[in-house]
């Protein structure tokens, strides 16, 4: 137990080499915790954007090992959002167990999901994730779904998308869980790829490249490129799952289609 949380505490500190020393020595030894930690080599495997290996892992997962969320996880940074319907699925498997941090958890990621797609789709998801996660104290799912509404509201002049943008970065620093800032700033760039505004998406995907530059996550600031149809002027060492052409183009059309819905809307 005492190698498992050592090695979640050296993957919240940013040191992966070490976190997945341990998570493998764990994940070897069979024990109880052993589900936990394959699925720790799974989300590290994704931070590294080594998304088959973890694609892979998490088909070995089963219910203990969260799975369902962990597919998630893996597919939506390729834009795969009709995909995230492996979020629903943890989600219902978690009320099978009735585990009520993960349902409401794997609801938050879903509605984090659903929201660079259609808005209505989005406010019902995000509805039933507040109703989830009311009395559970997750603080970082929770700031997850307030990053959900502004890829929610993205495109829109009228939303104060840059003020709420700021609070929330106050508040995700106050509170000490800044691997959510990337996820923040990824929904400012979906904005401004939406505004087609390019000075700021420029600003957003340097400071997500300056952020990741530890070599963690550093797909954000690819995905925001992709957004923005600007091209990956550093060398990508993102293995997707299926190709980068296809990543493109389905955040490029993600785009797109918020575009149109803003334009049929107004």
């Known amino acids: 137990m005492a190698l498992y949380y050592r090695a979640k505490a050296h993957r919240d500190l940013g040191d992966s080499p070490a976190s997945r020393a341990g998570m493998q020595a764990v994940a070897d030894g069979g024990g109880r915790l052993s589900p936990a930690a394959r699925r720790g080599l799974a989300h590290l495997a994704r931070m590294a954007g080594d998304f088959p290996t973890a694609l892979a892992t998490a088909h070995t997962l089963g219910w203990e090992g969260r799975h369902h969320r962990v597919e998630g996880d893996i597919w939506w940074p390729h834009g795969a959002m009709d995909r995230a319907a492996a979020y629903a699925a943890a989600r219902d498997e978690a009320e099978h167990h009735g585990v009520t941090g993960e349902r409401g958890n794997s609801q938050a990621h879903r509605a984090f ?28 799912t929770t700031l997850i779904t307030h990053i959900a509404a502004l890829a929610r509201d993205a495109g829109r002049t009228d939303a104060d998308i840059d003020d709420r943008a700021q609070g929330l970065r106050a508040e995700i620093r106050t509170a000490g869980v800044t691997y959510t800032e990337l996820a923040l700033d990824l929904a400012l760039a979906f904005h401004h790829a939406v505004r087609d505004d390019h000075d700021q998406a420029t600003a957003t995907i340097a400071r997500l490249r300056e952020n990741t530059r530890g070599g963690d996550f550093a797909y954000y600031g690819t995905i925001a490129a992709f957004m923005a149809g600007q091209p990956v002027t550093q060398t990508s060492r993102v293995r997707w799952a299926d190709s980068e052409p296809a990543t493109r183009e389905r955040w490029h059309a993600l785009v797109a289609a918020r575009r149109r819905h803003l334009g049929t809307r107004q």
């Open 113 to 140: 999901a659903l929201a660079f797609t259609d808005p209505a789709v989005a406010d019902d998801e995000l509805a039933l994730a507040e109703q989830l996660l009311a009395g559970v104290d997750l603080r970082a």
